[in-house]
């Protein structure tokens, strides 16, 4: 009995570490990495410049943007 005693004082201490469980501390750290990358917001892909033998223009999704960015800040 008393060694069930001293061991119960000495497993008291280290509770924490005994009772979680690998898959647990596993999946909490999964859900956080989850977490912390739907936080990321990243800007959609507007236009892009295409190199064509005439030159450099811009995708028609570029000419858009640019067309809807002079609208604003024209005040129309």
Do not use: H
Request: glycine share 6%.
């Amino acid at each position: 009995m008393e060694e069930l005693f001293k061991f119960t004082l000495m497993a008291r201490v280290r509770s924490d570490y005994l009772v979680s469980q690998y898959s647990e501390r596993k999946g909490a750290a999964q859900t956080k990495a989850l977490a912390a990358a739907a936080a990321v917001v990243e800007a959609p892909l507007v236009g892009v410049v295409v190199s064509t033998k005439r030159g450099t223009r811009a995708s028609r999704g570029m000419r858009r943007f640019r067309r809807v960015l002079r609208m604003i800040t024209s005040g129309r």
